[in-house]
Structure formats: C-alpha cells, structure tokens
C-alpha cells in the first residue's frame, strides 16, 4: 500500500507558473512511487474528473492530456518518492482540484482510455486546489 498527498496549490493569475509535488509514504515494502506509474488528474466543480497526465516509473514514458500538452510537464524523483506537475501559461479552465493517482508496475497502458480511466488507479491522494484568477 502506499499513500499519496500532494501540495502546491494556490490562487495564481492567468499565465502564472505553478508546481504541484505529489509525495508517497508507506510502511510496507515497495510503498515508494519507484514501484508505481503515477497520472495526474484534476476535478473542477461540477465536472467529472479528468485526466492530465502520467509518467511510468522510470520517467522515460510521459502522456499528457490534449487541454495541457505544451503547458504541462511531469517529472519525478524516485529517490525520494516524488512527482510533480509543472504547470505554465495557466488558465481560468485550469482552475480545479488536482490529484495524483498510483498504480503498481512502471509499464504504462497501451491505450490512451485505459491511462485517462481513474478507475485504473487505486490508490490516491486528497487533492490540492488550485485557483486561477484572471
């Protein structure tokens, strides 16, 4: 088992910069993110949950939603349990709570439904909110 929790949401302006850290702990063997393919996700109010992105395990493999994709970039730190989101030219629309989402095994999904289906991961964290104003 392993827990998530990230950080790093704010209000910010359209066009600002912001980097969300998603950190995993665990007492059990493994609980460390180097075991795990890690995807980003967020929910703004009244919407579904959508998919951002995801990184496999090494950091060779990234996808990225269509919505971010030039804005938006994922890397991780397995040393010490970490991924991140960096975020630039931020929009209104980006405005929503963000989650990071694991999944046991570094080997990314071969299709882009099976990455971008939350029910692919189990395990998450509590999500960070960030807010763009204009």
């Known amino acids: 088992q392993v827990q998530l929790a990230e950080s790093g949401g704010r209000l910010v302006q359209a066009g600002d910069s912001l980097r969300l850290s998603c950190v995993a702990s665990g007492s059990t063997p493994g609980s460390t993110l180097s075991n795990y393919r890690t995807a980003w996700f967020r929910q703004a109010p009244g919407k579904e949950r959508e998919f951002v992105g995801i990184i496999s395990w090494s950091g060779a493999a990234v996808f990225y939603a269509d919505s971010v994709k030039g804005r938006f970039t994922i890397s991780r730190d397995n040393a010490n349990s970490l991924v991140y989101l960096n975020m630039n030219s931020l929009k209104l629309d980006d405005t929503a709570v963000y989650y990071c989402?694991?999944?046991?095994?570094?080997?990314?999904?071969?299709?882009?439904?099976?990455?971008?289906?939350?029910?692919?991961?189990?395990?998450w964290g509590q999500g960070t909110q960030v807010t763009v104003s204009s």
């Open positions: 989402a694991a999944a046991l095994g570094g080997v990314l999904p071969p299709s882009s439904r099976s990455r971008s289906n939350p029910n692919q991961y189990p395990f």
